[in-house]
């Protein structure tokens, strides 16, 4: 006789609005500073495959689907404002590519962005990819965070076009 085993469930994903845990911080902080899942995983004692839960309850919690948006979300809602802010000599963008940032931030990829910049995805490619180089780093949630702490992106940017 063998025994059967009832089927294990997976837990529901957070309802959309849940706060984040100190642990969907510590994993954000680790896109925040453009490492892969694999990385964060080992810095967290924790499996890759974990990291990828936590982001997919991150993004149902967020309502954030790319990893630079659910940076920019945790910049915006102070979640990450103890994070030490990476050295960096500042870097002065042009219209063109701060808007590239900018719509970045809020997930979009290649194609949504030259749609809302009426320009062509050749153009928009070759922006990202300047963007990048300029801001020294390799990923986009990586670009978004050190927009943030440049003061390219949120609140501090805001406040400099008001004045």
């Known amino acids: 006789m ?25 994993v954000i902080a680790g896109f925040a500073r453009g490492h892969t899942s694999r990385q964060i ?7 890759w495959q974990t990291v990828d839960d936590h982001r997919k309850n991150i993004s149902a919690a967020t309502g954030m689907a790319s990893r630079a948006a659910i940076v920019n979300f945790a910049y915006e809602h102070g979640y ?13 963008l042009k219209p063109a590519y701060l808007d590239v ?8 990829g290649d194609a949504a962005i030259a749609r809302a910049l009426f320009v062509s995805l050749g153009a928009v490619k070759s922006r990202v990819k300047i963007l990048l180089r300029k801001l020294e780093v390799q990923e986009r949630q990586h670009a978004v965070a050190i927009g943030w702490q440049q003061g390219l992106l949120g609140r501090r940017s805001q406040a400099r076009e008001a004045a």
């Not at 995983?41 to 499996?47: A, P, Q, Y």
């Not at 940032?101 to 979009?108: F, S």
């Open 41 to 47: 995983g080992n810095r967290l004692d924790i499996g």
């Open 101 to 108: 940032l900018e719509l970045m931030a809020l997930g979009l």
């Open 80 to 92: 990450l404002d103890g994070l030490p802010p990476e050295y960096r000599a500042p870097v002065l």
């Open 2 to 26: 063998t025994a059967t085993r009832a089927p294990q469930s997976r837990p529901a994903r957070p309802a959309f609005g849940t706060p984040l845990t100190d642990r969907q911080v510590q």
